[in-house]
């Protein structure tokens, strides 16, 4: 009965979507094909699997102690397995370099290698998942405040050796899945209190970076990512907007939006279309900020929603990557995963709902009223029902059906790992 319910509300959504020269099943197939990069590091709160592994650092922290997070690599990959299936679709995970099979034996940074993720590589083609990938700068004795900005050249050299050497695991993972491994390259280096060498700290980084990216490989592709602040780093960081943006311009790389990393008020969205006039794609780390770059669990609020329909509207759905950066310790974790996932479905769902070339036209032919008008109509349509409609597709629960499913395996398996 309720399946027969879903459909017929499908039914007269088609016939409504229809009206505006919107065609829902060609929106269905499009957003089938739409994937996800489901970060690893929800189901353990960043931590990772090296040996004696301490405290996180490097300006950002988990916060929460909700029982139950992932103590090593089968649990891990057992929460991952269970929140794919709750959500439509089919879509890739996104792996720290700390998240290796170390198996007990001490491998520093600069000595890792793709033996670390063979069975990583095995399990993904296992369960039809693509991976892609990041190295891991922070949270280690030599971390610190500066990496690869570092003025002391034996610090900055195990980094940019560490670095490079991700490069290469990424692109082993990608020949291995014949599909190119995204590679994130990310680093906290910045300053607690005044700082007056930011043109050193940035002319270091420019050189770290020209020889990370120096090699070109086939099956990787390499993105860079800024940020505002880190905590302890409030004053200065030496990969900011600015810098990441200027880089990745001149030298033709990919460029991360990490939707906590910028000013309160500033809209991520409005930067898309800037962007790609000078970068070749961009990748998204969907989160949400409170107050600050506090990693909260996705929801579909406005910023949100802004960013991917400026993402439709520019016809730029295949020049944008979509991964999501967030560790919520506070609530459980599986949930937190299928909620942050179904809600960026949902804003790319209502993106492509748009009649999108109706209210272009309107705004060239100066029909303000007629745009304006046909935009808040959009918000009261019943894209809701289109989104059932692809749950039950996909054999997923529907609505808040997938509520009980992970109360019951929490029941079952989370609760029960001390």
């Known amino acids: 009965m309720k399946d027969q319910m879903i459909h017929a509300a499908y039914a007269i959504a088609k016939e409504r979507y229809a009206e505006w020269g919107v065609d829902t099943e060609k929106v269905l197939d499009t957003l089938q094909k739409f994937q996800l990069s489901m970060h690893c590091w929800q189901a353990d709160d960043v931590c990772g699997f090296e040996p004696k592994a301490g405290a996180m650092s490097g300006g950002i922290q988990s916060t929460g102690n909700y029982p139950g997070k992932a103590r090593n690599i089968d649990e891990l990959r057992a929460d991952i397995l269970k929140a794919k299936s709750l959500i439509p679709g089919n879509h890739r995970l996104n792996l720290h370099e700390i998240y290796g099979e170390f198996n007990g034996k001490a491998v520093d940074r600069d000595q890792c ?18 991976l892609d990938f990041n190295s891991t700068n922070f949270s280690h004795p030599k971390s610190g405040s500066l990496t690869i900005s570092n003025p002391d050249k034996d610090i900055r050299d195990f980094w940019i050796e560490h670095m490079k050497r991700c490069r290469a695991i990424a692109n082993a993972i990608g020949e291995a899945q014949q599909d190119p491994c995204i590679i994130n390259l990310w680093i906290h280096d910045g300053s607690k209190d005044l700082t007056v060498n930011r043109l050193l700290y940035r002319t270091l980084l420019k050189e770290s970076l020209d020889d990370i990216l120096r ?29 990441y943006i ?16 910028f000013h309160p008020t500033e809209s991520v969205a409005d930067k898309v279309s800037s962007l790609l006039l000078f970068v070749p794609e961009l990748m998204l780390h969907v989160s949400r900020p409170v107050r600050w770059d506090s990693d909260h669990v996705t929801i579909m609020d406005d910023p949100t929603l802004e960013l991917f329909q400026e993402i439709v509207r520019a016809d730029a759905t295949d020049r944008v990557h979509y991964g999501l950066d967030y560790f919520d310790g506070s609530i459980n974790r599986i949930g937190a995963y299928v909620i942050g996932s179904r809600a960026a479905q949902r804003c790319m769902l209502r993106a492509l709902l748009e009649p999108a070339n109706t209210i272009r036209t309107d705004e060239l032919n100066d029909h303000g009223f007629q745009k304006l008008a046909r935009l808040e109509e959009e918000k009261s349509m019943p894209w809701q029902a289109v989104y059932d409609e692809f749950c039950l597709r996909n054999n997923v629960p529907v609505g808040s059906d997938f509520i009980a499913e992970i109360e019951q395996y929490e029941r079952d398996v989370t609760s029960k790992r001390g």
């Open 113 to 130: 290698d793709i033996s670390l993720f063979s069975g990583w590589i095995d399990w993904a083609k296992e369960h039809n998942t693509k």
């Open 215 to 243: 090699e070109k490989y086939p099956w990787e592709k390499p993105c860079l990512e800024s940020k505002v602040f880190g905590i302890g780093l409030e004053t200065m960081t030496v990969g900011s907007n600015d810098f």
């Open 246 to 261: 200027a880089y990745a311009s001149r030298n033709n790389v990919m460029l991360t939006l990490d939707t906590g990393h």
